[in-house]
T-cell receptor
Framework: EPEVTQTPSHQVTQMGQEVILRCVPI?????FYWYRQILGQKVEFLVS????????KSEIFDDQFSVERPDGSNFTLKIRSTKLEDSAMYFC????????????FGPGTRLTVL | GQNIDQPTEMTATEGAIVQINCTYQ??????LFWYQQHAGEAPTFLSY????GLEEKGRFSSFLSRSKGYSYLLLKELQMKDSASYLC????????????FGAGTRLFVKA
């Protein structure tokens, strides 16, 4: 069964450094998402992406964040200058065609900012 | 605004039935997900209700009432491996159909 994959599984970085989290959504899916979950807290929506552009973003997704689909398979989340509070699990998800379809999550990348 | 309410914790016995309730208020609504999440892992899809009524899938069933802003997840024949958090998550209508998650209900299944 096809699945969403994410790399790396764990990333450790110094405060102020740039990180890029990578995701390969399920092929033929059209909607892509990034969520994050700070330890012990709820899953939070960051951004949705469709047709090579951002559909919606949350207040969390400020100018330090960006997303890109550099080719036909990868979907990346970049944090330009990481802060301690960016430490969290970051989940990528994808959906075939939107409203009525199941949303599948990747296994997540644990980001630790020191 | 968005508001999702579900119990923080529940405890049930192996083999029993448990119902996890969720009430929600969202600015736009398309459907409602239930996900299971074990500690340190990603959410795993359980169900997605778009229409009112009950949908059954093996030991898991999910109910939705759009007019009441209410849903429940029913787990039958509980097993120890069902100990996890259960996340109620309404999905919006616009802007990429984002999903908003509740804080989750932590279910403890005891022998």
């Amino acid at each position: 069964e096809p699945e969403v994959t994410q790399t790396p599984s764990h990333q450790v970085t110094q405060m102020g450094q740039e990180v890029i989290l990578r995701c390969v959504p399920i092929s033929n899916h059209l909607y892509f998402y990034w969520y994050r979950q700070i330890l012990g807290q709820k899953v939070e929506f960051l951004v949705s992406f469709y047709n090579n552009e951002i559909s919606e973003k949350s207040e969390i997704f400020d100018d330090q964040f960006s997303v890109e689909r550099p080719d036909g398979s990868n979907f990346t989340l970049k944090i330009r200058s990481t802060k301690l509070e960016d430490s969290a699990m970051y989940f990528c998800a994808s959906t075939p065609s939107g409203a009525v379809d199941t949303q599948y999550f990747g296994p997540g990348t644990r980001l630790t900012v020191l | 605004g968005q508001n999702i309410d579900q119990p923080t914790e529940m405890t049930a016995t192996e083999g029993a039935i448990v119902q996890i309730n969720c009430t929600y208020q969202t600015s736009g609504f398309n459907g409602l997900f239930w996900y299971q999440q074990h500690a340190g892992e990603a959410p795993t899809f359980l169900s997605y209700n778009v229409l009112d009524g009950l949908e059954e899938k093996g030991r898991f069933s999910s109910f939705l009432s759009r007019s009441k802003g209410y849903s429940y997840l029913l787990l039958k024949e509980l097993q120890m491996k069902d100990s996890a958090s259960y996340l109620c998550a309404p999905r919006g209508q616009t802007g990429g159909f984002k999903t908003i998650f509740g804080a989750g209900t932590r279910l403890f299944v005891k022998a």
